[in-house]
C-alpha cells in the first residue's frame, strides 16, 4: 500500500514573536528523522508584518525548501479555512495529513513514528473495519473515544477531512468554518465517527504546545 503523507500548517500573523514561534515550528518540522512535505497556508494583520515574514524567512534555512510549500492568502483567514482552501489544491495527491499549529514543535521523530504506526493500522485493520488514522495518546486521559484530543494529535486519511468539510458545506459553513472553535468540532466529529472506524494510537509525547490564548490565535 503507497502511503503519502503530508503536513498542514494553518497560520495568521498579528506580530513579530508570531513570525518567530513559526520559524521555529518550520524548523522542527524540516529536521524531522522522516522528511514531509510541508504545506503552510498563511495571513497576515498588515503589510508590516508580511514584510517582516519575508525579511525573517529569507536569512533562514527555509527559504527556497523544497519540502515547504507556502500559500499566501490575500486576507486574514481563520484558521479551518486555511485548512480547507490547501485541502481542496492536495486531496488528490496524499493519503494521510498530520497538523500543527504554527506556534508549536514536533519532537524530531514524531513523523517517523507515526508513518510507522500509520502502516502498522493500514496492516492490521479488521476486515470489517475503515482505518482512518493514528493518534498521540495521553495515558492520562486514555483513549479518544473516551477523551477529548487536539486536532493536532490526529493523523487522518484525507477523505475524513473532505468528509468533514462536506458536513458543513452543507450546513452553514461561513460560519462553522470561521468559528474559533472549528477545530474542536473537527476532533470531535473523528471521535464521534461510528465503532465501524478503525484508529491506533502513539502513547507517546511527540508534540510540543506552546501555551497560549485560543483568542489571540485565530480571531
Given at each position: 500500500h503507497y502511503m503519502k503523507t503530508c503536513i498542514i500548517i494553518p497560520s495568521h500573523i498579528?506580530?513579530?514573536?508570531?513570525?518567530?514561534?513559526?520559524i521555529s515550528c518550520l524548523e522542527s518540522l524540516i529536521n524531522q528523522t522522516h522528511p514531509i512535505p510541508i504545506y503552510l497556508s498563511i495571513?497576515?494583520?498588515?503589510?508590516?508584518?508580511?514584510?517582516?515574514?519575508?525579511?525573517?524567512?529569507?536569512?533562514?534555512?527555509?527559504?527556497?525548501?523544497?519540502?515547504?510549500?507556502?500559500?499566501?492568502?490575500?486576507?486574514?483567514?481563520?484558521?479551518?479555512?486555511?485548512?480547507?482552501?490547501?485541502?481542496l489544491n492536495i486531496e488528490n495527491n496524499y493519503d494521510y495529513v498530520m497538523?500543527?499549529?504554527?506556534?508549536?514543535r514536533y519532537e524530531n521523530t514524531r513523523v517517523?513514528?507515526?508513518?510507522?504506526?500509520?502502516?502498522?493500522?493500514?496492516?492490521?485493520?479488521?476486515?470489517?473495519?475503515?482505518?482512518?488514522g493514528a493518534y498521540e495518546r495521553?495515558?492520562?486521559?486514555?483513549?479518544?473515544?473516551?477523551?477529548?484530543?487536539?486536532?493536532?494529535?490526529?493523523?487522518?486519511?484525507?477523505?475524513f477531512i473532505t468528509n468533514f468539510m462536506n458536513?458543513?458545506?452543507?450546513?452553514?459553513?461561513?460560519?462553522?468554518?470561521?468559528h474559533i472553535m472549528c477545530d474542536v468540532l473537527f476532533s470531535t466529529y473523528l471521535r464521534c465517527l461510528n465503532e465501524k472506524h478503525y484508529f491506533v494510537s502513539i502513547n507517546e509525547k511527540l508534540y510540543n504546545c506552546y501555551r497560549r490564548c485560543r483568542v489571540c490565535r485565530f480571531k
Open positions: 498579528n506580530n513579530i514573536n508570531r513570525t518567530k514561534l513559526l495571513s497576515f494583520e498588515t503589510e508590516l508584518d508580511k514584510k517582516l515574514f519575508y525579511k525573517v524567512i529569507k536569512k533562514t534555512q527555509l527559504y527556497d525548501n523544497l519540502l515547504i510549500h507556502i500559500i499566501y492568502q490575500k486576507k486574514q483567514t481563520s484558521q479551518f479555512r486555511h485548512i480547507d482552501n490547501i485541502v497538523f500543527c499549529d504554527d506556534d508549536d517517523e513514528k507515526f508513518i510507522i504506526m500509520i502502516k502498522y493500522g493500514i496492516n492490521n485493520c479488521p476486515k470489517d473495519k475503515i482505518f482512518i495521553d495515558l492520562q486521559k486514555g483513549s479518544h473515544s473516551s477523551s477529548f484530543y487536539e486536532y493536532w494529535s490526529y493523523c487522518v486519511n484525507i477523505k458536513t458543513i458545506k452543507n450546513n452553514y459553513y461561513n460560519h462553522y468554518i470561521d
